[in-house]
């Protein structure tokens, strides 16, 4: 089942043509892997699924991104209302300089989530396989959490505003061995109950998390493209 797809996709930075016709499906409840050379454009298209590139200066998108058949850049689409179902995960863990606890409940508050907050907490935090390790410190400091925990906490924050697709960017190369398997394990745990889409430059990692591969190019202009989508070998 596709959830989305992107039809002739180009992406402009100023006059600088970063991607050119990128055409790819995403399917639903699957990993699919973007991978290829730096430069070759993998976070400009992830970033062109939630519209996040509206936030850099002088990106322009062509083409179509259909959301449930829906063109995400059709004029009656909030993007705040589109990243709230498309959530994102960085490559540099960014939790807010706040508790652990409010790192959590801060976008349900913006949204007006009136349940409770302590259980939103609790479930998010399990999700993330971070619960075992917090439950006695969640008024701590969220920066005071080794850069994995970070990493996991920012994923059980994505998982709090209760995303239907979760963008990963280079979600694990900022840390180390042992924090990238289990940031890679939790990737298999979510993909029952999420869409997901990892930019990754590690072979390795794209054969063990995901299901299908986009494998993207540059040319000698440095434009990106899409060379190839097929499924991943394992
Ligand atoms: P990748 O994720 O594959 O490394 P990017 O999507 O980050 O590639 O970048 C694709 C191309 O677009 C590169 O040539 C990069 O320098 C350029 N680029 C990325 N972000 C910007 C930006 N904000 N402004 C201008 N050029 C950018
Ligand atoms: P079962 O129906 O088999 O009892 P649960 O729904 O209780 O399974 O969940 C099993 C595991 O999946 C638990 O570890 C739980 O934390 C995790 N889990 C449940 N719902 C989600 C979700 N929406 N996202 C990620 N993990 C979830």
């Known amino acids: ?10 992406i402009h930075y100023g006059s600088f043509h970063a991607v050119k016709d990128a055409s790819l499906p995403i399917y639903e409840k699957q990993v699919t892997a973007f991978i290829g050379p730096s430069g070759c454009g993998k976070s400009t298209v992830l970033r ?21 058949g829906q063109d995400l850049y059709a004029k009656d689409v909030d993007p705040v209302l589109i990243r709230r179902s498309i959530g994102m995960v960085f490559q540099k863990p960014n939790p807010f300089p706040k508790s652990i606890y409010e790192n959590i409940t801060w976008g349900a508050k913006i949204n007006g989530f009136k349940g409770d907050y302590d ?20 008024k701590q400091n969220a920066l005071q959490l080794s850069g994995g925990q970070q990493q ?11 995303p239907e697709v979760i963008l990963m960017d280079e979600p694990a190369s900022a840390l180390d061995p042992i924090a990238t398997g289990r940031i890679e394990e939790l990737i298999l745990e979510l993909k029952q109950y999420y869409t997901i889409v990892i930019v990754t430059h590690n072979m390795g990692q794209a054969s063990r998390v995901s ?21 991943t070998e394992q």
């Open 1 to 10: 089942q596709k959830i989305i797809t992107l039809e002739d996709v180009n």
């Open 48 to 68: 062109s699924i939630n519209r996040m590139n509206d936030m850099i200066r002088g990106a322009t998108i062509d083409g179509q991104v259909l959301f449930h």
């Open 119 to 138: 259980e939103l907490v609790e479930t998010s935090l399990q999700k993330a396989a971070l619960w075992d390790e917090v439950k006695d410190k969640l």
């Open 152 to 162: 996991r906490l920012c994923i059980a924050r994505t998982l709090a505003v209760q």
């Open 211 to 231: 299901d299908n591969t986009a494998f993207f190019m540059v040319d000698e202009g440095r434009t990106g493209y899409l060379e190839e989508y097929a499924p």
